[in-house]
Nanobody, 126 residues
Framework: QVQLVESGGASVRPGGSLRLSCTAS????????MAWFRQTPLKEREGVAA????????FYESSVRIRFTISQDRSKNTVYLQMNTLRPEDTGMYYC???????????????????YGQGTQVTVSS
């Protein structure tokens, strides 16, 4: 089992920034990727960004590619999502996920991740 604890969600104005954190504990060796997903009442859970814990180029959903940055601190088993130039459409519950992915292309699919955190709310509004 892997436990994930997210933090950093808040309410901000458009154009603002936030940094989300996700710390993993437990059998993290059973996973090779961590990701951030977001969900709203009107949309299904969608992949925002992912990073393979062994290194390599991160992956991003197209609308966040130049505004968000996913990074990791392996010594702390922690993944971060730096979100800049936030827009109202970025509003949602953000979930950290961990799993073992067999291919890079599978990163956006929520069911490919075995573990999720409890979520942290991000609200972007004027």
């Amino acid at each position: 089992q892997v436990q994930l604890v997210e933090s950093g969600g808040a309410s901000v104005r458009p154009g603002g920034s936030l940094r989300l954190s996700c710390t993993a504990s437990g059998n993290t060796a059973s996973t090779n990727a961590m990701a951030w997903f977001r969900q709203t009442p009107l949309k299904e859970r969608e992949g925002v960004a992912a990073i393979f814990t062994g290194g390599g180029t991160p992956f991003y959903e197209s609308s966040v590619r130049i505004r968000f940055t996913i990074s990791q601190d392996r010594s702390k088993n922690t993944v971060y999502l730096q979100m800049n130039t936030l827009r109202p459409e970025d509003t949602g519950m953000y979930y950290c996920a961990a799993g073992y992915l067999s291919s890079y292309n599978s990163w956006p699919t929520p069911t490919n991740y075995a573990y999720y955190g409890q979520g942290t709310q991000v609200t972007v509004s004027s």
